[in-house]
């Protein structure tokens, strides 16, 4: 069969996407727009957030919510070394500092029992915050995480990039989506093509602070005010000030505009995503494969990734390859990178999480594969695990 490329992971455009973006570029604005707003509004809703601040991507929203914690030279900051370097370079950026903790080796999540043990083991005050990242759309116990992070004084950054419409089950019966806020700070969500909603580039920043939310889109746009609110001085209807040190991470119109018309199907995305999800697990049951858990306890799994792990991984990726399967190594263990390496950190740091890297692979997991082509992915991995 000659099979045309399939990706691990990519967009959908539709022809109504392209409409809504062409009816932007020819409108008025195309950056600082009411699309923006719009679009603020539309995905605090869906997420269950009470503030969202759209930005240029989510490198820029995990940065910016470092900045907003007043995140300085010398803070330590916990986190998961399976995850993209942006989770933690954001604390790198403003100076601070990272350590790591292992991941639990049926999630694939930073193990909550290893973190408290951590804690429990460290002079009190040694760390400021933790960025937990809901990996591959499986949704971390948040209450847990925020029980254990008020007891140490810690904030959290939720990064929440790969689990818009994941969700556990709280102590009281309720669904907490993944970066709602309700048990952190900040959510953080990208729009990047692969992601669940694609705008090109792009994140959003969620809140439930309104302190926070005002800080947040008066660092987006360089540290600049023009809200009579806030103003220190007035001398008419141009002026404006510059309150601290910001930055340039604003979102433009038209790709505010496309966010708004993909947030219309997320939904049916995870639906489809679910489908595949299954189709897969059922293929691959009695067999040395180890498939994705699924949360309990009333969670849903948003499946960004659908990450198996094997004995001889590199012989599988390469294989599939040769037969036009693009499957990908999600991830290399931060630090274990070069430029961490220099910061001092050594292999063995977490030995779950390097051995997870020894193994895993995500399969190709997106709304648009077809059934055709997940039948081709599906044989061609039996074929050379037989």
């Known amino acids: ?44 809703k869906y997420i269950g957030a009470e503030h969202a601040v759209a930005v240029s991507n989510a490198t820029a929203g995990l940065h910016l919510a470092a900045t907003a914690l007043n995140v300085k030279p010398g803070d330590k900051v916990l986190s998961t070394p399976i995850t993209f370097v942006a989770s933690t370079n954001s604390i790198l950026y403003c100076g601070g500092a990272v350590e790591f903790v292992d991941i639990n080796p049926e999630t694939y999540l930073i193990d909550l029992e290893k973190l408290e043990d951590k804690l429990k083991q460290t002079p009190e005050g040694t760390y400021k915050g933790i960025i937990p990242v809901d990996f591959a759309g499986y949704p971390l116990d948040m209450e847990r995480l925020h029980t254990i992070a008020k007891k140490y004084g810690l904030w959290i950054i939720e990064d929440a990039c790969h689990a818009p419409g ?8 309720n669904k907490q989506f993944s970066g709602n806020a309700a048990f952190s700070e900040i959510g953080i969500f990208s729009f990047h093509p692969v992601k669940h909603i694609a705008c090109g580039e792009g994140g959003m920043v969620t809140t439930n602070n309104e302190k926070l939310y005002q800080k947040l889109c008066m660092l987006r746009t360089h540290g600049i005010t023009k809200n009579s609110d806030f103003l220190f001085e007035n001398h008419g209807g141009w002026y404006y000030e510059m309150q601290m040190l910001g930055y340039n991470y604003r979102m433009t119109d038209f790709q505010a505009a496309l966010g708004n018309s993909q947030l219309k199907r997320a939904n049916a995305g995870l639906v489809r995503r679910h489908e595949i999800a299954e189709k897969y697990n059922h293929a691959f049951r009695n067999t040395k494969i180890k498939i994705p858990k699924s949360p309990n306890n009333g969670g849903y799994h948003a499946y960004h990734l659908y990450i198996i792990q094997v004995e001889d991984r590199k012989g599988l990726y390469d294989y599939l390859r040769e037969n036009n399967i693009y499957a990908q190594v999600l991830y290399i263990p931060v630090y274990t990178m070069p430029y961490y390496k220099k910061l001092g950190f050594k292999a063995g740091n977490c030995p779950v999480a390097e051995e997870y890297y020894k193994h895993c692979l995500a399969l190709p997991m997106y709304p648009t594969l077809t059934n055709e082509e997940q039948d081709w992915v599906i044989e061609k991995v039996l074929d050379f695990i037989k």
């Not at 409108?27 to 995905?43: A, H, M």
């Open 1 to 44: 069969m000659n099979m045309k490329p399939i990706p691990y992971g990519r967009q959908s455009i539709t022809d109504e996407d392209i409409k809504t973006v062409v009816e932007t570029l020819k409108s008025d604005y195309l950056t600082q727009g009411p699309k923006i707003s719009e679009f603020e509004r539309n995905f605090a």
């Open 166 to 173: 994941a969700y556990f089950t709280d102590s009281r019966g």
